[in-house]
């Protein structure tokens, strides 16, 4: 059974710049969530996608923007970067939408705006 | 709303010793779960136990054992006979059923404890 991967595993962007972040589920999950980690604080929950579509959104701008395809790998695009967007962008799948379900963190991508 | 509190920052204890990490949260709902996760210096999130509300025995799984208490709105982790491969972050999260009404899974994560086991 193949666990969350994410790519890439570093990048570093130029304030204003656009990023593409990408998940590739675990084996029969349908449930992505992306949450964003900044030093020494707890993953904050951006998003989350169930079957194709938006199942929920945390405190975040409209320029952070998501994407789930039929085969349920995810993408999260973040436009207009800024310094504060310097984080661990975290995915994670779970075997269906609910409270219930365990997620399964991916290794994350460091993304780092200067 | 939901909130997820862990008091404690960083703990360091020498190893074989006990260490309980302490976790309070807050919610409305009656209805819940709760999660710990080990996040090790790799950044990888690893699942450790999932409680529902509903659920208050202690469970134990080899040296590490949870005291799940609603009466406190706590959910503690306790590691007996700690070892230097225990060093990580670990994080205690709540999912609950009020979010915009609908039946997703959004985890609400405390700040997390650093815990430093040495030799």
């Known amino acids: 059974e193949t666990g969350v991967t994410q790519s890439p595993t570093h990048l570093i962007k130029t304030r204003g710049q656009q990023v593409t972040l990408r998940c590739s589920s675990q084996s029969g999950h349908n449930t992505v969530s992306w949450y964003q980690q900044a030093l020494g604080q707890g993953p904050q929950f951006i998003f989350q996608y169930y079957r194709e579509e938006e199942n929920g959104r945390g405190n975040f701008p409209p320029r952070f923007s998501g994407l789930q395809f039929p085969n349920y790998s995810s993408e999260l695009n973040v436009n207009a970067l800024e310094l504060d967007d310097s984080a661990l962008y975290l995915c994670?799948?779970?075997?269906?939408?609910?409270?219930?379900?365990?997620?399964?963190f991916g290794p994350g991508t460091r993304l780092t705006v200067t | 709303a939901q909130k997820v509190t862990q008091a404690q920052t960083e703990i360091s204890v020498v190893e074989k010793e006990d260490v309980t990490l302490d976790c309070v949260y807050e919610t409305r709902d009656t209805t819940y779960y709760l999660f710990w996760y080990k996040q090790p210096p790799s950044g990888e999130l690893v699942f450790l136990i999932r409680?529902?509300?509903?659920?208050?025995q202690n469970e134990i799984s080899g040296r590490y054992s949870w005291n799940f208490q609603k009466s406190t709105s706590s959910f503690n982790f306790t590691i007996t006979a700690s070892q230097v491969v225990d060093s990580a972050v670990y994080f205690c999260?709540?999912?609950?059923?009020?979010?915009?009404?609908?039946?997703?899974?959004?985890?609400?994560f405390g700040k997390g404890i650093t815990l430093s086991v040495r030799p």
């Open positions: 994670a799948s779970s075997p269906t939408s609910g409270m219930s379900y365990e997620q399964y």
């Open positions: 999260a709540l999912s609950d059923e009020n979010f915009l009404g609908g039946a997703n899974s959004k985890l609400t």
């Open positions: 409680r529902n509300s509903f659920d208050e």
